[in-house]
């Protein structure tokens, strides 16, 4: 069994930081990519951004330059660091864990935490 837990959501106003944690647990070699999804209320789930064991990063166009996504992989854990926030980064961070290396992904979900930004 594989367990992923985000953390670190709450709400922040505009223009402030936040530091999301994400730690994946249970029968786990490595962690081949980390990635941050997020959904806005009446919207569809948006990638935000992943890392891979390489830390080879990418990021959604509208939070590149604010966000960062690092990871350490002795812990399994990826972080986001959310800069600059704005009230359109509100809605529900998922953090995902894919486990395969190769072309078949092998993923796990955490639950979400919300971030809330008011402006």
């Known amino acids: 069994q594989v367990q992923v837990v985000e953390s670190g959501g709450g709400l922040v106003q505009a223009g402030g930081s936040l530091r999301l944690s994400c730690v994946a647990s249970?029968?786990?070699?490595?962690?081949?990519?980390f990635a941050w999804y997020r959904q806005a209320p009446g919207k569809q789930r948006e990638l935000v951004a992943d890392i891979t064991t390489g830390d080879m990063a990418r990021y959604s166009e509208s939070v590149k330059g604010r966000f960062t996504i690092s990871r350490d992989n002795a812990k399994y854990t990826s972080y986001l660091q959310m800069n600059n926030l704005k009230p359109e980064d509100t809605g529900t961070y998922y953090c995902?864990?894919?486990?395969?290396?190769?072309?078949?992904?092998?993923?796990?979900w955490g639950q979400g935490t919300q971030v809330t930004v008011s402006s």
């Open positions: 249970g029968n786990i070699f490595r962690v081949a990519v």
């Open positions: 995902a864990a894919d486990l395969s290396p190769g072309p078949v992904s092998d993923e796990y």
